[in-house]
């Protein structure tokens, strides 16, 4: 990423190079932001199927009683 970063700020650089630099890192962030809001979507499901699931036990034990 270094190295991208750096070709991209380069002057004397090829605009054509410095334009492809920018869209890789653009995407790179684009998909990092992605998979943070799908990692955090996940962590989010696994707490509800886990608040469920010990609903249900709580439920099991009572109607035992």
Do not use: C, G
């Not at 380069?10 to 605009?15: G, I, Q, T």
């Not at 932001?33 to 249900?56: G, H, S, Y």
């Amino acid at each position: 990423m270094t190295i991208l970063s750096d070709l991209m700020m380069k002057d004397d650089a090829p605009a054509s190079a410095r334009i492809s630099a920018a869209r890789t890192v653009l995407d790179y962030a684009i998909r990092a932001a992605q998979i943070d809001e799908l990692r955090a979507r996940i962590d989010a499901l696994e707490e509800f199927i886990r608040t469920k699931q010990l609903e249900n036990l709580l439920d099991e034990a009572a109607e035992e009683e």
